[in-house]
């Protein structure tokens, strides 16, 4: 044995030996590392499918954003406006414009918020046009009343004949001015449907609330209402009588589709309709006078 201690080497004086601690330590070293590196991937690793965990429970306790019901146009009314509201209740709410959008036929009629605003010369029109009604109506329905003693009475004398004559004339020389009156009377009625379609026409989208002297008279649905059966403007003609076909939904002489509203006296849907189309409707008590 030479003279190192018995179980050591002396790296050195032996260079092969020093070549392969060298290797060794190397390895070793390389070792180390790559278990190093397969445990921070595995601690990631582990932080991640954490982190999905905890995300996912929090996905799955977080509230869903909520959408929105739509409110239906329906017997119960629309936007807290029921059917018989007072004028007053029903600006109290909010949902309509405060300022009239028209006074035709004597009932005050109102936008919903956000709706058009007054038409001041449309309602300047319509005015003109319902006093022109009146005035001609009022003259027309006067010519109507027989006048007293426009008949010959059984055995008249002559001079009671002569009378009966002379007044006969006379009116004969008005019956042409007459006439006239009667035919302007006529001409204004007309006038005064037309005003009326007109007002329906400019609110066919926006729609619109009317009130007569008992309360709410009119709900015009908006365009883009629907009933609780899915029933409102471009909805097919088909679609509306399957929907209300068994319930008593009728065409009127006017041309629009009514339905009585179920334990709602009075009170009657309406379905404007083009061709096959639904254009319009509306929640009515055509027994509410206007004013």
Do not use: H
Request: hydrophobic content about 45%; aromatic content about 4%.
């Amino acid at each position: 044995m030479s003279s190192e201690t018995k179980g050591e080497i002396d790296l050195g004086k032996n260079p092969a030996l020093r070549r392969l601690a060298g290797a060794g330590l190397t390895v070793a070293l390389v070792v180390a590392g790559a278990s190093a590196c397969n445990d921070d991937a595995a601690d990631s690793k582990a932080t991640g499918a954490a982190a999905a965990r905890t995300g996912a429970a929090a996905s799955a306790t977080a509230p869903a954003s909520a959408t929105p019901t739509p409110v239906a146009f329906g017997a119960a009314g629309y936007r807290g406006l029921t059917p018989g509201i007072a004028k007053d209740a029903a600006l109290a709410t909010g949902a309509l414009e405060p300022a009239p959008v028209s006074l035709l036929d004597g009932c005050t009629d109102f936008a919903y918020k956000g709706g058009p605003a007054p038409d001041a010369a449309r309602m300047a029109s319509e005015a003109a046009t319902e006093a022109t009604y009146k005035d001609l109506n009022a003259k027309a329905d006067a010519l109507k009343k027989p006048a007293a003693g426009s008949t010959l009475p059984p055995n008249a004398s002559a001079k009671e004949a002569a009378e009966f004559a002379a007044g006969a004339y006379g009116s004969a020389k008005n019956s042409a001015a007459d006439a006239k009156t009667i035919a302007d009377a006529t001409m204004s009625t007309a006038q005064l449907m037309v005003a009326r379609e007109a007002r329906d026409a400019a609110f066919l989208t926006a729609g619109r609330v009317s009130f007569g002297v008992d309360g709410l008279r009119e709900l015009v649905a908006p365009a883009d209402a629907r009933t609780a059966e899915g029933i409102g403007a471009g909805s097919t003609v088909d679609a509306l009588k399957q929907a209300y076909g068994a319930k008593g939904l009728e065409l009127t002489k006017s041309g629009k589709f009514q339905l009585p509203v179920e334990g709602k006296p009075g009170w009657q849907y309406e379905f404007t309709v083009d061709g096959d189309k639904v254009t319009g409707v509306a929640l009515a008590n055509r027994t509410t006078k206007c004013a």
